[in-house]
């Protein structure tokens, strides 16, 4: 495909089930993003890498939260005993680089809703 | 990071022009600085980005102050489907940091 795909789009979970969450960014695209964006406010930085390194991680909200890129590519973050705080929209970017001349691509996001 | 400062939100007609201002005081020389828009149920989506000079491409235009402590988004002739969240953002070698942005509302 031409953009960054995410799937599932929408995803309800039971407070304390795990989820898992996919992205899969443009074709060649370096580095990999991953946002967390409650209703009304602007996204927020969770996570990035580089190929497969993750070279930050400071914006995950605690230890449930995990995030892999195994192979340069395809992006899973996994939400581990979910509560109902990780109710948001978890967006993924990709871009060729982490250079201030780069925009980032976004997916649509996923929809988590934690009942 | 580079803060900037916007509006929390603007107004305008179909057809008008809108302007969208952006402060950014503390930026450094390596900061470009970069817009996303986000529409509705939709992931943000690039618009335009800049250093020094003023930028055009087909969605918007781009002016920045000379001393580039401000810069303004400019959509010639603003649509309904323009309305969204527009978010000024700082860029160094680090990833894109959102902060609330203006909403834009577009009235027919």
């Known amino acids: 495909g031409a953009g960054v795909s995410q799937s599932p789009r929408y995803k309800v979970a039971k407070r304390g089930q795990d989820v898992a969450l996919r992205c899969d960014p443009i074709s060649g695209h370096v580095s990999l993003f991953w946002y967390q964006q409650a209703l009304g406010q602007g996204p927020e930085f969770l996570t990035y890498?580089?190929?497969?390194?993750?070279?930050?991680k400071s914006g995950l909200p605690s230890d449930r939260f995990f995030a892999e890129r195994p192979e340069g590519s395809v992006s899973t973050l996994k939400i581990q005993r979910t509560q109902q705080e990780d109710s948001a929209v978890y967006l993924c970017?990709?871009?060729?680089?982490?250079?201030?001349?780069?925009?980032?691509?976004f997916g649509q996001g996923t929809r988590l809703t934690v009942v | 990071d580079a803060k900037t400062t916007q509006p929390n939100s603007m107004e305008s007609n179909e057809e008008e022009p809108v302007h969208l201002p952006c402060n950014h005081s503390?930026?450094?020389?390596?900061?470009?600085i970069h817009w996303y828009r986000q529409l509705p149920s939709q992931g943000p989506e690039y618009v335009i980005h800049g250093l020094t000079s003023n930028v055009n491409n087909r969605m918007a235009s781009l002016a920045i102050a000379e001393d580039r402590k401000s810069s303004t988004l400019i959509l010639h002739r603003a649509t309904l489907r323009d309305a969204a969240v527009y978010y000024c953002?700082?860029?160094?070698?680090?990833?894109?940091?959102f902060g609330k942005g203006t909403r834009l509302s577009v009235i027919a």
């Open positions: 970017a990709s871009s060729l680089a982490v250079t201030p001349n780069t925009e980032a691509f």
């Open positions: 890498f580089q190929n497969e390194a993750q070279l930050d």
């Open positions: 953002i700082l860029r160094g070698n680090t990833p894109l940091v």
């Open positions: 503390t930026i450094s020389g390596t900061d470009y």
